[in-house]
T-cell receptor
């Protein structure tokens, strides 16, 4: 039974660029949430996708957007990257938003 | 006031002792509570969930919830060096948003 997978593992971008991160949920899960985790902090909720729609959003600017596909996989897009976007980006999947299981994360570095 | 507060630690306990980790939350409407373990450089791993007042035990772990006091705790019995990690308290709010604390670093000394 495959767990949550994310790609890529690491990414280096420069300020102003755009990035797309990808997530495949655990088998049987229908809900995907994205989190940003800065060093020494807990994960911060970006948004959650269910039935291909964003159903709740955290305190993140519109530069952060996402998408969920019919197979429940999801993408996180970040536009106009700045240094403060450097973090570990985590995807978590769940069944109907209950217990969440995290993927390994994507480490984004913005130079 | 932060929505989910944890003592950042580090909490240091000797091998075999009980480690006690605490968390308070501000949203009285919260119904679901979780503890995650995160090793350095890794992603969080779910270790306990609790939904009603009282204690819930799973192996060496016991989660305790007191909604009146807005307090959640995690006890780790017979602590092992492999338990050394950051423990994250997470609270599912009235909507679909899960709020995490900043985590408590635990060191178990052999």
């Amino acid at each position: 039974d495959a767990g949550v997978t994310q790609s890529p593992t690491h990414l280096i971008k420069t300020r102003g660029q755009q990035v797309t991160l990808r997530c495949s949920p655990k088998s049987g899960h229908d809900t995907v949430s994205w989190y940003q985790q800065a060093l020494g902090q807990g994960p911060q909720f970006i948004f959650q996708y269910y039935e291909e729609e964003e159903r709740q959003r955290g305190n993140f600017p519109d530069r952060f957007s996402g998408h969920q596909f019919p197979n429940y996989s999801s993408e996180l897009n970040v536009n106009a990257l700045w240094l403060g976007d450097s973090a570990l980006y985590l995807c978590a999947s769940s069944l109907a938003g209950a217990k969440q299981f995290f993927g390994p994360g994507t480490r984004l570095t913005v130079l | 006031q932060k929505e989910v507060e944890q003592n950042s630690g580090p909490l240091s306990v000797p091998e075999g002792a009980i480690a006690s980790l605490n968390c308070t939350y501000s949203d009285r409407g919260s119904q679901s509570f979780f503890w995650y373990r995160q090793y350095s450089g890794k992603s969080p791993e779910l270790i306990m969930s609790i939904y009603s007042n009282g204690d819930k035990e799973d192996g060496r772990f016991t989660a305790q919830l007191n909604k009146a006091s807005q307090y959640v705790s995690l006890l780790i019995r017979d602590s092992q060096p492999s338990d050394s990690a950051t423990y994250l308290c997470a609270v599912l709010t009235g909507g679909f948003k899960t709020i995490f604390g900043a985590g408590t670093r635990l060191f178990v000394k052999a």
